[in-house]
């Protein structure tokens, strides 16, 4: 097992970048990238940083040249002659070829694109624009290079003995949950921390540390995997993950008139489910309001294995899902709830304990699995932060997020405006973003 500790004090960045691989990223981005691969080859988008901590001063905190040398790294990866056998060869929810041979061809190929950084305003304004297939991929490493190198900066401060006992403790908090966790019977539960994680040494701990804690699914444990496919790939573990608010975002930009927009999400889960089944086939429902969407969902979406609830009130969303699922004919109980936003152990107790038996439950473990520093150094410097890297733009026109939670909202407040309009959102209720 490798001392962290001890290859932070010594550490030299060539040995350990921060993004070592164009897998080392989440599975449901190659399942998207091949999906718009297909459907959507010649649209055009726009990526930005969008820091939600404003008093987190990124480009006061993070050297703009150290920023740089990360970001020239990423885009010197190619993907390795192991890495394409596993994704060409390896069996993913139970089917192999998952990705097609063209998509491969292309990937084999592939490097990130060029990038646009600038400081404004005590922040790092980083955009990526181009092919949409080619600029999503930028979404997760730029993440994980921002958060890592907060990190670092504050770690340099430390000495040897000192970070020693910084990792031991954190390493005990994440044993600590574990154990609780441990109490749960039936727990399924999955690694989703790439995109905000301490680091990926630290990540790779995390997902060791819960395959010995809580044991394999496929020898009848808890843990059922992990969204990081380097990770996977090494650990020899299931690779998960499904789709995300990005599709519907960019596919609602490209409509012309407000019938084609209310119609637009839909049609994202439409091709969707043209290429998948099964366990992949999972509605994210709150892009534009959960409710509304499923109150004008097409008949045949309630015919897909589950949901994800990613914002708002978890057990308020899982409710209406599952009130939805009985009005159209369909056994809640056959159906899977993946709880995926802001998850603490004591929320994770808590939804069990309130839907277990009534569907099935499972939760995707983010920032407070593989980033959860909080309390540990003084003025609490690695708590985890609110970062994201969003679709702005889609041929020209802005991208629209209205969520369950009215702080994660993003786009011009016109659009938002009629957004909500076009998908009778009402009154919400804002909550505390977790990050």
Request: with cysteine; net charge neutral.
């Amino acid at each position: 097992m490798v001392d962290i500790a001890s290859r932070v004090y010594n550490h030299k960045w060539k040995i350990d970048p921060i993004v070592r691989s164009l897998i080392d990223t989440d599975f449901y981005k190659l399942l998207m990238c091949q999906s718009i691969f297909r459907n959507k080859p010649e649209t055009r988008v726009k990526f930005s940083l969008i820091n939600r901590s404003k008093s987190i001063r990124l480009a006061e905190l993070i050297d703009e040249a150290e920023l740089r040398e990360q970001l020239d790294y990423a885009r010197s990866l190619k993907l390795s002659r192991g890495e394409s056998t596993w994704l060409r060869g390896n069996t993913f929810y139970g089917k192999r070829q998952m990705f097609r041979s063209d998509f491969m061809e292309w990937f084999e190929g592939y490097q990130l694109p060029p990038y646009h950084l600038e400081k404004r305003d005590g922040q790092y304004e980083l955009t990526f624009e181009g092919k949409w297939h080619e600029v999503m991929l930028w979404e997760i490493p730029a993440l994980a290079i921002l958060m890592e190198l907060r990190g670092r900066a504050v770690l340099n401060t430390m000495g040897r003995f000192e970070l020693q006992v910084l990792y031991a403790r954190a390493m005990t908090k994440v044993w600590e949950k574990i154990e609780a966790l441990r109490e749960l019977d039936n727990l399924r539960i999955a690694d989703f921390g790439t995109r905000r994680r301490h680091s990926f040494l630290w990540q790779d701990w995390c997902v060791q540390a819960m395959l010995e804690g809580l044991g394999d699914v496929s020898e009848g444990g808890a843990f059922t995997g992990t969204s990081n496919c380097l990770v996977a790939m090494r650990r020899d573990i299931e690779a998960v993950g499904t789709n995300a608010h990005e599709m519907p975002m960019v596919y609602a930009a490209l409509t012309n008139s407000d019938a084609e927009l209310a119609k637009a999400p839909y049609k994202v889960l439409a091709d969707w489910h043209e290429e998948h089944d099964g366990n992949l086939r999972i509605i994210l429902p709150d892009t534009y309001g959960t409710k509304g969407f499923l109150d004008h969902a097409p008949d045949w979406l309630a015919g897909w294995t589950g949901i994800r609830i990613d914002s708002g009130d978890p057990a308020t969303g899982a409710e209406i899902a599952i009130d939805w699922w009985k009005a159209r004919g369909e056994d809640p109980r056959q159906k899977l709830v993946i709880f995926s936003d802001g998850l603490t152990v004591d929320k994770i107790r808590e939804l069990h304990a309130q839907f277990a038996g009534r569907v099935k439950v499972s939760f995707g473990w983010g920032t407070l699995l593989t980033n959860d520093f909080r309390g540990l150094v003084p003025h609490d410097a690695l708590a985890p932060f609110s970062l994201v890297c969003k679709a702005v733009e889609a041929d020209g026109r802005p991208t629209v997020k209205l969520s369950d939670n009215p702080a994660k909202a993003m786009g011009p407040e016109d659009e938002i405006a009629r957004y909500k309009r076009v998908f009778e959102v009402g009154q919400q209720q804002a909550m505390k973003v977790m990050v």
